[in-house]
């Protein structure tokens, strides 16, 4: 389908899209004015509603097609089925704001501009889920934003949308914020409840899944904040008319944070699906140094960079970007230009996770390190031919299911793509070394040898 | 019943349980570190990987697809699994380093990421020889290592509390330590603190780790991280032979092992008893080895008038007999004691029988308050119940006291106890009393008083029988040796040692630090025949023990075959009732 001879995206008309996570309205944190433009009124039409069982509002989400925006993408609605039937037990959910992935600054948007979206949100999804009480477990770094998140929860408790029967409807459900203490592995929703149970921030290992043994013991379900915000837009258009929006594997309007080498960095509302060229020039206003583009980060640090001469046609959807091995990730790109050294790139960001490691896991604590220092001397000028390969093997001595959470992968996914769509720098990198036996060694399979060579 | 077939072989099984924990029961080795059956599973060092795979069932029908054979087609689970999590599934198929290249890869790789950061101080290592990394590491670990780089380095002495020092470069994070600290001991005095290759356990700042059972975690740590600041260094552990034994310390008669070299107890460590201490001991059970080495006696002595001498066995056989015979039966007053075996105390009350006193007494060592519902007990004797299962009952020590200090006994013949030093009387209260004693250390108080002092093996030195406060008949073993020859003591220390085919330039044919001391079991007879009674057990204490476990229903089936390394249970029996 062709409209004025561009190709029609999965973001469709995005150039006439009107935000809805992110309207544009003057001082919308404050609750009255919140309250003034809707606020708090689906909460109020499915608690009033006896039509509206718990069961219509996650049917409603599955029929939407969200899908998580915390990172890996999981469809919320049938996640939320993964819940038991209510017994004994108290039951949580746990809101995960702990948005530490590099490149990745939209939560905190959501909590600045419309954080009684996301109240609401929680809420809805409490009603669904019978939940007692929600922890919104926040980064450590977000002080500001924990204090003004505070203020205005505290404003819809005494409002009585929060708390005991909220608007007399016999719903009764807390709000607890909680702080976190600037670890990136907190935001892995299993260290993330032990973080909140006042333990270690471990991850635990799979199964339990947090809906049959999550915070305390309980049934739990993690969601990331942005996508518990989307929950009222669904509740208020229906299942259907929201699927509709964006592209079909994971509809829905999404913020893009975007950063690097663009002239307008920041955090962008629009569907789901947008062309990256669009995102880049038009929404960004195109290179920052108008330098040619290198590589193209979809989602965060730990999503795999994609090679310029390969964006033409991608969409910002799984479906898209997996065609050429990569994924949204967090909806954050990180556009990088010509100038850019991919070793020192892929340094920087192999650091990252050297240091985030919690450690619990053998291949990642040691992998993690291994990984980092072997980039540095390559970055240093003192790599050998054989490193390259080394790298490649140590990943996959990484990921796959050898460790207990996913963060291994994470750490693992960007080294591998980026070894191997960039290897000819690596490889010109350690030509120039200053060790001439690695320069003769081929970097064939069988170049990484002892270290007693 | 359920079935799970691994590297071929088929086995039933009963009830939940964990594959790798399955495995280790059926004597399939699979390589592990972090995981430990009393405590919860972190799954975190990532080294019993296996590959697993169940049964293909058909999705419409349910069915088991089979081949062409017959057999059911397995479809195997595309990653590898840590098998300390993996619940048993009727029908499962596992794959173990045997059969797989692909988990034998996975093993060595996970090795070869343990050892990048580890400093490999093996050669100077309390742990090296027996250690779980270094041996699976020469099992399944890489030829050589592809890590070029400098080590991390971290803190290499850290005194955790007063009984235990980190080398936090050798952790392996496996969390064992403060599993331990969390879910056994519940002091929750350890954490690991920072993240990634900078990872140690540690406690809190301001804290110290002086928990009553913190030295389990040296045993419990797979690496050498955690040593014993009071056993740092002090012996290579190919350097020492272990017997299989229980501490004496308390009533609990925890199993443990004795750890000798030259003659010397160096240390002592628990040996699992899932019927008494499970794999643990407490630190007082194990910090008293000293009193097995140190004030030991030089040999039987005599005292005449206040002049004590130099004696030989003979001797002083010859004078406790002597005295037994001249002093009026109804004023000699028999102390059993509750650090004796049951053989000793037995003969004992056989000797009192003999010469018409009345049946002995002991003198109970309990410190009401002092125990924790654990393994740490008030009574700090391991045998008070064996002596009450033999008749002999506690002394009144008030009354008993004053009739020592009224002169009412001639002779006070003491069975491996201390009197004086216990507050039953003062030695001034003995000035007109003779006293034979059989005595462990020259520390006892009693030994100034005492007319004949015969030294007296120690539970390290011996054979024999004890009675835990739950009524477990366990025996002991010859740990070490002592001087004079034993028939006994010889057989029994050559048949549970591995060193069994030493040659004498080894360390157990050593005559330094032997002790000039004798099993009580030994000395009682010869008395008693130079007294003029006839008593004889020419096997020794498997003899004795079976006179009893054959008379007095109380220590019925306590034979020693039947006692073994870990015990037998007794039936109840009323207090007062055994005799
Ligand atoms: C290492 C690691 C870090 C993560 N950090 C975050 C985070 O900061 N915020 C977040 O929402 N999800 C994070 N996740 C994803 C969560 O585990 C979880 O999938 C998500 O919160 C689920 O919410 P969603 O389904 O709404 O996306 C992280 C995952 C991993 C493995
Ligand atoms: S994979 Fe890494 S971050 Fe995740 S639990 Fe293991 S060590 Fe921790
Ligand atoms: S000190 Fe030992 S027991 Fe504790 S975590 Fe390290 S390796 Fe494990
Ligand atoms: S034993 Fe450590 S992961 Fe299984």
Redesign the interface.
Known sequence: MDTNGMPQSPAGDWRSYERMLLPPIQDLHELNVYEEHGGYDRLRRVLEDDEFAPGDVTDAVKASGLTGRGGAGFPTGIKWTFMPEPDDRPRFIGVNADESEPGTFKDRQVMEYNPHLMLEGILLAGYALHIDTAYVYIRGEYTDWIVHLKKQLQKAYEAGYVGEDIMGSGFTMDIVLHKGAGAYICGEETSLMESLEGKRGYPRYKPPFPAQSGIFGSPTTINNAETLAHVPLIVEQGGEAYSNIGAGDMPGPALYGMSGHVKKPGVYEFPTGMPLTDLIHDVCGGMARDKAMKAFVPGGSSTPPIRAENIDGLTMNDESLGEVGSRTGTFCPLVLDEETDMVSFLRRVAHFYQDETCGQCTPCREGTSWLEKILARIDEGEGRMRDIDLLLELCDNMDGGRTICAFADGAVGPVRATVKRFRDEFAAKCQASVHPVSTDVSAGAESAVAATE | MPIVTVDGTTYEYEGEQKLLQFCLNQGIELPHFCYHPAMSI??????C?VKVGMPKEDRESGEVVRDDEGEPEIQYF?????SC?VDLRDGMVVKTHRTSEEVDQ?QT??L???L??HPLDCPICDQAGHCPLQIQSYKYGP???????RK?HKPKRVKLGPRVTLDAERC??C?RCTRFTDEVSESNQL??A??????HPITAPGETFDDPYSMNTIDICPVGALTSADFRFKARIWEMSSTPSITTTNATGANCHYWVRDNQVLRITPRQNMDVNEYWLPDEDRLVYNKFNDNRPPGPHIRRDDARTQSNWEQVYARAASLLGSADPERILFLGSAYATVEDNYLLTQLAEAVGADAPRYLPHVEPGAGDDWLITDDKTPNAAGCERLGIRPVDEELVGSQIKGDEYDLLYVLEDDPVSAGLCTADDLADTDVVLHYYNTTNETLSRATAALPAAMVVETVGTYVNQDGRAQRVRPAKEIQGVNRTLMMEMGTNREDEHGTPFDRWHNDENRINCKPSWEMLPKIAQRYGTDMDYPKGPEQIMDEVQSTMAAFEGATYDAMGLKGVPLEDVEAGEAV
Not at chain 2, 42 to 47: E, G, I, Y
Not at chain 2, 78 to 82: E, F, N, Y
Not at chain 2, 143 to 149: A, L
Request: with cysteine; proline share 5%; charged share 20%.
């Open positions: 972190p799954a975190n060092c990532r080294q990987l595309p990653q590898l699994q840590a999590t996975a790789d996970n070869e990421f343990l990048t950061n030829e050589g290592s592809r890590f070029e780089f991390v392996i994070n969390t954490t690991i920072n993240r990634g290759v900078k990872n």
